[in-house]
């Protein structure tokens, strides 16, 4: 049973600053929770609404075998916990992994420029994943990964990413020193088509409201543009990062 | 001013089954609105909050030449015509347009198969029109095309397509002995990279949670699967279409 101070605890890291005092983190569904309990992340608790006992069957079997922490919740608790409104039934709390440095022999690091919308970022960190681009870093500006937003879009992807937030363009500078070669994505940029990335690169994704930072334009080796006909104004973000990523990757690097 | 009743009436359309009756539908959002009164639509009505007024003044100005109603209302009644809870305070009304047969002139039609999240498919007609695919069929099961998600995250692209909805696989069987060649999306397929679009193709996207329909997938030419590395379970539907779009567009077709 959980206490009326762990209920009021759990609930509090809806909110980001707790998290970041606690450095844990919630994740929301049935698939979220299974890829982070099969994760080399640390799982301190499960709770779950007893109608979702069967749906989660198999999580709780893997948790029971790895000595998780397993409490069924009355459906309004699991609501007071939620940040879904339609929720599953089953959340996790993780601990943060502790953030290394950059690795520097990745072929690819994917640089994500104030990306604002959880709904995107999960969504482009689910993506990276996908191709195999595991090493993210994030500016100031962007949603924080652990927003229970993002790991839902993630749809798990965030247990097997290293993240790297409030990445400052002057470390950027430092790594391109290092021997990465920075591309960004503009509308000035040049044909995707006869792109040929380096062989590392650090690929910079904007958001399509904000541009590319002034700082990181003119810091680039390279630019280059999704083609597209005249008329819709932009791409979305993430479907933008999809085209990209799916470039990198066809082209060899990174495997 | 508007009456009682055209509150009710208008505050109605946030419903299905209403949109359908009167063939009208909402536009939320400047951006939204903006395409709307620029694009081939009968805009009915403009509603707006008094604080937007600096915001949408070259929108009132274009209305105002075209002829278009446009009534301001109070904080209150505007937040129960929306439909999103930060609304930008305003919201055009439009005629949905007459459906005319498929245009089998043209080079590629894009087919959603059960796209059932509405930010999934706006995002999709979004990216369609980017690369000049505007010819989109729908099957059933999809969303609405009119439902108001749908407008706002096709970031005003819904007025620039031709949608075809409630299509069933033996009309897609009827456009292939036309001449069309029907592509599919699975995991089995046939690497992006080699993928060679015929002349005339229907490109079929699926979700990612549905996977193809047994029939269309019978009734597939071809097959294709966009690479990634173990580990990651899928791409988001929207995200996969950008990609296979993008491939089509690349290689020329429906330019």
Redesign the interface.
Known sequence: MLSANEFKHLSALKVKKYREETRLFMAEGIKQVDEGIKSRYHCDLIVFRSDARDDIKETLHIASKKGIRCEEVRAKELERLADTVHTQGVIGYFRMPQTHAVDTNSPVLVYLDRINDP?NLG?MI??A????FRDILLSPGCVEVFNPKVVRAS???VF?GSFHQEVEVDELAELQKAGYSVVTTELEGSE??KYKPAEKTIVVLSSESHGVLPELASLADGRVK????K??????V??????IL?KL??TGTGK
């Open positions: 709904g969504t689910r993506t994943d996908w191709f195999g749809m798990g992807s097997r995707l088509k999704i083609p597209g006909v008329g819709a104004e932009s791409l979305n993430a479907v933008a990062a999809g085209i799916h990757f066809e």
